[in-house]
């Protein structure tokens, strides 16, 4: 649902695609590995996470595109992340952003060479970041290679699939899951930004607070979406977490407790924010996620 996007958050979308554009000119690779690679990073979607790499950015001081590399870098990790999500071993999923997903499109063999091949150019990507420091780069990828990995992401994703076998009955237990599994990378997003733009460590930790508010946030919109929105407005298959037994804030909180509590996270997110923005982008974007709810129910 992209054009939901509130219209002062448009340009960012914007620059990040002309971004993505310029590290990867669209067209570039018709078949293959790398034409995979492309059909998955342009298929559309929201570009919250490297959006907010940007506005972190921004709201710690940050000038001009010096971060756009880095921002590439994170849309990169999270299309691999979706391919992979999509794997027939992993959610098995043949609809993504509204078309067939890169395993259906392309293959399991090449929709797995495709994923890992983004995963590992978006440290190439941050290496070669310009207007960066050597020392900020590196930092950079330590802060992105922490929340995709065993103890971020990708462990999260392990807690996902025990789930499956192992049913949680408590929020504890999907909160451990999620704050894995999606906060840690959308910490991880906002975090880098402001990092590459010097903030203070306390500013730091804050946005970090906010980023994993959000990121519980977020998830819980996603639960809700699963069971209220449309093929069409989801762009994916819808009811299929039930299907699979997952672990979801519905399933454990019921559906009007889960709303109370993404609207609840995103206000302490909001006010966890370590800079005059309560009425800036990052805090916009927060308040967009929620209403990502209402739009589906209004429809």
Known sequence: MTESLPQSLLPYRERVLR??????????????????????????????????????????????????????????????????????CMDDDDLRRGRPSCPAAHGEAVALLAGDALLTRAFTVIAGATGLSAEVRVRMAEILGKAVGQDGMIGGQELDLLAEKVPV????????IHTRKTGAFLTAAVTMGAAAAGATEEAIRRLGEFGD????????????????????????????????????????????ESKKLAQMLVNRGIDALPFDTDGGHLAELARFIVTRIRTSESR
Do not use: N
């Open 19 to 88: 971004a993505l554009e310029s590290a990867f000119p669209p067209g570039s690779a018709a078949s293959g590995v790398e034409g995979a690679m492309a059909y998955s990073l342009f298929a559309g979607g929201k570009r919250i996470r490297p959006m907010l790499c940007m506005l972190g950015f921004e709201a710690a001081g940050g000038k001009v595109d010096r971060v756009d590399a880095i921002a590439v870098a994170i849309e990169m990790v999270h299309t691999y992340s979706l391919i992979h999500d999509d794997l027939p």
């Open 169 to 176: 009955t408590d929020r504890q237990g999907v909160d451990k």
């Open 213 to 256: 508010h959000l990121g519980l946030a977020f998830q819980i919109v996603d639960d809700l979406l699963d069971l209220t929105a449309t093929e069409a407005e989801a762009g994916k298959r819808v009811g299929k977490d039930a299907d699979r037994g997952k672990a979801t804030y519905p399933s454990i909180l019921g559906m009007d």
